[in-house]
């Protein structure tokens, strides 16, 4: 899950050291997403996965492994 999670977010912000991303990683703060790039993830995580995100959850996440849990949960 942590895998197909991180490649999407490598995808979408252009990061070839896939290994740099952490489940600890922040988007906005270690990874330089910008709220834009932040939706766009969350969208294709919903794709992917085939689960909705409320907004206001997605907004209470803080890091990775917050999205990754998220989904195991949820799916």
Not at 2 to 18: H, K, M, N, T, V
Request: hydrophobic share 40%; proline share 1%.
């Amino acid at each position: 899950m942590f895998e197909r999670i991180r490649s999407i977010i490598a995808e979408q912000l252009g990061i070839d050291d896939i290994e740099s991303i952490e489940r600890t990683s922040s988007l906005i703060n270690d990874l330089d997403a910008d709220s834009l790039d932040a939706v766009e993830i969350i969208m294709a995580i919903e794709d992917e996965f085939g689960v909705e995100i409320p907004d206001e959850e997605a907004e209470s996440f803080k890091n990775i492994g917050d999205i990754v849990d998220y989904i195991e949960r949820n799916k």
